[in-house]
């Protein structure tokens, strides 16, 4: 339970900190408009991953071999986590670009989370697959997953848009540099578990 929770924890606070298309937008924004209007970007999620969540599910169930599917996804998203752990540890903050345009925060949020590929590959490989998993041992685990996977996602963009709305000199901050090396150091630790379960999964190791 604590491993799915935690899991839950990482992927939310790394996804939520690290540089992308939808933070770029949350910090333009609470630069131009203030907070608030940073904070309705961040909250885009909530309203763009339950579909995708949905179309994998629907995916994975139509395959005859769903362990041995999972044990492939969950190299694909060792891969992939290894990738965002890799790039978080090198974030600096001219990561950041200016790319907002006016205050319609929550259609320009939908837009750019809808329309940008991490969602798509991170329920694909990681998100989904730890939910089945989850989801053999009860329901309740894997609600547990996705209520920390969105609290820490949505929470971490907002504090963001809250700190960036009232000083542009946290994104060149010590503090900050020094929690994207924990997270991306986080990463690359689930990125060996995931690669752990996939070799179990797909049958490349059996216990004796």
Not at 56 to 72: I, M, R
Not at 102 to 129: E, K
Not at 163 to 177: A, K, P
């Amino acid at each position: 339970m604590w491993s799915t929770l935690s899991f839950g924890i990482i992927f939310g606070l790394s996804a939520g900190i690290s540089p992308g298309p939808l933070l770029a937008v949350v910090i333009t924004q609470s630069l131009r408009h203030g907070s608030v209007e940073g904070a309705k970007v961040a909250v885009a999620p909530l309203l763009t991953d339950l579909p995708i969540i949905g179309m994998v599910l629907l995916v994975f169930n139509l395959l005859p071999d769903l362990d041995f599917a999972l044990g492939l996804a969950s190299f694909a998203g060792a891969g992939f986590i290894l990738f965002l752990g890799l790039q978080t540890l090198r974030v600096q903050a001219e990561d950041y670009t200016d790319s907002a345009e006016s205050p319609r925060s929550y259609t320009q949020g939908i837009l750019v989370n809808a329309l940008s590929p991490h969602p798509y590959l991170f329920w694909l490989s990681v998100g989904v697959p730890t939910l089945i998993k989850a989801a053999q041992h009860s329901m309740g685990l894997s609600i547990a997953f996705l209520i920390s996977f969105f609290t820490c996602l949505v929470g971490a963009k907002v504090m963001v848009a809250l700190l960036v709305g009232r000083s542009r000199e946290f994104l060149s901050g010590t503090f900050y540099r020094w929690l994207m090396r924990t997270m991306g150091l986080c990463l690359i630790g689930v990125s060996v578990l995931l690669a752990k379960d996939g070799v179990v999964l797909t049958g490349l190791y059996t216990h004796p």
